[in-house]
């Protein structure tokens, strides 16, 4: 197809789902979720969840911030404690560490009204960099929870979850398709969701087969 086939793309958003109602339990989120569920009996004022990109932890902290009435923190800004603050914060993401004394004074404050702190990153806490010994040690006996690859069954549901988002229709044979040729990861799945539609508004033709090779053999020229 030439490029005057092709349609101009105009970028209108879509809805992305992202409740409890929308979250999809797999082996490798399972114990992540009765972490949330079980708040506010945790054992420590703070969880840790980490994982790769697009694994499910920011929909976790939108799930357990709805629960626990919990702000988000701006990594930028910190609060200065103060006693009238909520109980519940979330740190989305929390590596590379915002100010490190800062983040210390809201977490021993927490651990003394009895609040919760809700952290997310790519990597264990034992990985990341931390100047001061006493936010190291806290942050090192927090609980931490990983979430694992997806298998082929939650890849699927993933897949056919970010069509919905959009609005868009995709075969059974797309999926299986998709899931034996696409990097395994939930961010390439939001990659090749998100060129499939970007193919398709162009080329003005239905999600097939045919597309979704079309959209995979795109993805290299993206990481240039």
């Known amino acids: 197809m030439s490029a005057a086939d092709e349609q101009l793309v105009l970028d209108l958003g879509h809805r992305v789902a992202s409740g409890l109602e929308d979250f999809l339990p797999a082996p490798g989120n399972r114990d992540a979720l009765a972490w949330l569920q079980r708040w506010p009996a945790w054992p420590a004022p703070a969880l840790v969840l980490y994982g790769p990109e697009g694994s499910g932890k920011s929909h976790l902290a939108r799930i357990w911030a709805e629960r626990s009435g919990a702000l988000r923190l701006d990594p930028a800004a910190l609060p200065e404690p103060e006693a009238e603050d909520p109980l519940a914060w979330v740190l989305d993401p929390a590596e590379p560490l915002p100010d490190e004394l800062g983040l210390l004074r809201l977490y021993n404050q927490l651990?003394?009204?009895?609040?919760?702190?809700?952290?997310?990153?790519?990597?264990?806490?034992?990985?990341?960099?931390?100047?001061?010994?006493?936010?190291a040690s806290r942050l090192r006996a927090a609980p931490a929870v990983a979430l694992g690859p997806p298998d082929d069954a939650l890849l699927g549901a993933v897949l056919l979850k970010l069509f919905s988002d959009r609005q868009l229709v995709a075969t059974e044979g797309v999926i299986a398709y998709l899931i034996r040729h696409m990097e395994r990861s939930f961010g390439a799945a939001r990659a090749v969701v998100a060129r499939l539609d970007a193919l398709s508004l162009r080329r003005r033709r239905p999600i097939t087969i045919a597309l979704a090779r079309a959209a995979l053999d795109e993805a290299p020229h993206e990481q240039t």
């Open 111 to 135: 651990k003394e009204r009895g609040g919760h702190l809700l952290l997310t990153a790519s990597r264990p806490v034992s990985a990341w960099r931390i100047e001061l010994p006493d936010l």
